[in-house]
């Protein structure tokens, strides 16, 4: 991309002293002295100090406000950086801004989560607020770099679906030309045909859950980290993948928001050689839940992430062996024992990360499973076509991106990391009078685990 003419904050430093710079940023703060002005440029690389004196007869637009600043490049060691701007022509590049609703210039955002999410354009301007969504991001370059260097596809699968794929109560329903469709749960089916075509899949996307409970680590809309691959032995192989998957996302957050992780003293993992994994009953029994618990609760997998810490020093733990009944029914059994599944989750740091495991690959089974459940084949003929033509052993997981960034920064809530969160209080724009018409916004979004 051709460089436009355009000094960054960050490039301050390596300007030559004398010379003309122009920058361009948000005003984000402004201190007026008896004799000087200081104002505080941030654009997307940081921030830099322009020097503004009586003599320069400039105007400082109010903070927040989008400037373009054309001056002199000067040394000066008291400056951040070292380097100032000085003689500084400034012109807004918009009407003067409003106040904001918190102080954006102070180092730490004294705002609650109420606040922060009713003004969320403005609060993500915070540069530690900001530095969450970096973290995403660099975990999203590593994602897509580990399965690109692998021989993977990268997919996008309609979010308009026209069966539910994980369970039945937590869909949104949607009018489909006047017929009835829903908004999709997971790329789930999409990616099994997939593996038909490609052998290797992954998606990036939105998947939309109607969970009616209002807790710290649900949303309503969450980014959905799919992977499916085939050819495998069974769910150990899939296991294999997500640990290198998220060796790369690590390694993509050290590489590309080092700065972030710095910002927000972020711990990072370490990866172990091979995830701890133990099968579910024998992490029922280590919680000391009862033998016929049919999942795991938040508190369980809180004792299994500290358990995984002192045995294995590791942050990660892999729960294998999840009870068929409470799997959904393209699950692959446990061979020699069916009341398990071939499936996992992925524990980290004490909250689930990551769901996955071995599919069903035959036709027969599928018309088993679906029968089993009391529904007919026939409702899910365009996902059976492709078992019908011919499907490799083959398997995948999931991992949420929000959960995933709410356990690197130790985030009290999944909110506080997701850019525009969606969940059972409605959106800011679709309410009539934001503040008035909603009295309960306040208090929402403190729910439990
Ligand atoms: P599952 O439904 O367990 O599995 O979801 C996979 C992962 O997605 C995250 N997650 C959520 N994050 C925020 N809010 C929610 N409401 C929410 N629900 C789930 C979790 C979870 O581990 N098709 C399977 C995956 C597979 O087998 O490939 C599935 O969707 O981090």
């Not at 052993?393 to 969160?421: D, K």
């Amino acid at each position: 991309m051709k460089p436009i003419d355009r000094t960054l904050a960050a490039g301050l430093t390596a300007a030559t002293p004398g010379t003309t710079v122009r920058l361009c940023g948000h005003v984000h703060r402004r201190r007026e002295l008896a004799a000087v002005t200081f104002l505080v440029l941030r654009d997307r690389s940081g921030s830099a100090q322009v020097v503004i004196k009586p003599a320069d007869g400039q105007q400082t637009p109010p903070e927040e406000t989008p400037v373009e600043v054309v001056g002199i490049a000067t040394a000066n060691p008291q400056a951040p950086g070292g380097v100032e701007v000085t003689s500084p022509v400034v012109t807004s590049l918009s009407d003067p801004a409003l106040s904001p609703p918190v102080e954006l210039w102070r180092p730490e955002l004294a705002a609650g989560l109420p606040t922060l999410l009713d003004h969320a354009p403005v609060t993500w301007r915070h540069p530690a607020v900001r530095a969450r969504w970096e973290l995403a991001a660099a975990s999203l370059r590593g994602f897509r770099q580990t399965l690109d260097a692998a021989g993977f596809t990268e997919v996008h699968s309609p979010k308009i679906v026209e069966s539910v794929t994980e369970s039945g109560a937590n869909v949104f329903e949607i009018d489909y030309f006047g017929r009835p469709a829903y908004l999709a749960q997971s790329p789930q089916f999409y990616k099994q045909q997939l593996v038909g075509v490609f052998e290797r899949v992954y998606e990036v996307g939105p998947v939309f859950r109607a969970e009616p409970h209002d807790t710290v680590r649900h949303l309503a809309e969450y980014v959905s980290l799919d992977v499916e691959l085939g050819f495998i032995r069974d769910h150990r192989d899939v296991l294999t993948v997500l640990r290198e998957v998220v060796a790369g996302m690590v390694e993509g957050i050290t590489t590309y928001a080092a700065d972030a992780v710095e910002r927000l003293g972020a711990e990072l993992p370490v990866m172990p050689a091979e995830i701890p994994v133990i099968h579910f009953t024998e992490a029922l029994k280590l919680v000391g839940a009862p033998e016929d618990e049919p999942d795991l609760a938040p508190e369980h997998e809180r004792a299994l992430g500290a358990w995984a810490r002192e045995t294995y020093a590791s942050d990660f733990l892999a729960v294998e062996g999840y009870p068929m009944r409470k799997r959904p029914f393209y699950t692959h059994p446990q061979p020699g024992d069916e009341r398990w599944s071939n499936s996992f989750d992925l524990i980290f740091r004490g909250l689930e990360l990551v769901t996955g495991g071995q599919r069903l690959h035959r036709l027969t089974d599928y018309e088993q499973a679906i029968r089993a459940r009391g529904e007919e084949p026939e409702a899910y003929a365009s996902y059976l076509q492709a078992f019908a033509h011919g499907m490799p052993p083959h398997g995948g997981f999931a991992l949420g991106l929000e959960r995933w960034v709410a356990r690197l920064v130790q985030a009290a809530n999944i909110r506080e990391v997701t850019l525009f969160p969606r969940d059972l209080h409605p959106p800011l724009a679709l309410t009539a009078r934001p503040e008035s018409a909603h009295p309960d916004r306040n208090q929402r979004r403190v729910g439990a685990s």
